[in-house]
């Protein structure tokens, strides 16, 4: 499965963004899906995840109340609306998909498909 990100760019603190993905050609209906994201020199982290449905999710604390992660199966996509963003929110970001799986899972390794990111620069 070949997951495409989109909708990074550049704005500044206070703005927002909202981020997508999508499988062309496939459905990732029955999967979970995340989004996570890379800074310089830092790991890979997890910003938020969502279960097969829609109806459970997780937030990672710094992001929580600003962030909401959705997902629209009929449309074979994900999104991540961000508000309120902070520099420090400036990271590629990465959705991932999990197809062993339908419930909210929080490490890289529990993902088996990867987008190939798109980034984020919030200006102070």
């Known amino acids: 499965v070949q997951l495409q990100a989109y909708g990074g760019g550049l704005v500044q603190a206070g703005g927002f963004l909202r981020l997508s993905c999508a499988a062309p050609?496939?459905?990732?209906?029955?999967?979970?899906m995340g989004w996570f994201r890379q800074a310089p020199g830092k790991e890979r982290e997890i910003v938020a995840a969502i279960n097969w449905s829609g109806r459970d999710a997780y937030y990672t604390d710094s992001v929580q109340g600003r962030f909401t992660i959705s997902r629209d199966n009929a449309k074979n996509t994900v999104y991540l609306q961000m508000n309120s963003l902070k520099p420090e929110d400036t990271a590629v970001y990465y959705c991932?998909?999990?197809?062993?799986?339908?419930?909210?899972?929080?490490?890289?390794?529990?993902?088996?498909?990867w987008g190939q990111g798109t980034q984020v620069t919030v200006s102070s």
């Open positions: 991932a998909a999990d197809r062993n799986t339908g419930s909210v899972r929080y490490r890289t390794y529990d993902y088996q498909y």
């Open positions: 050609g496939r459905t990732f209906s029955s999967y979970a």
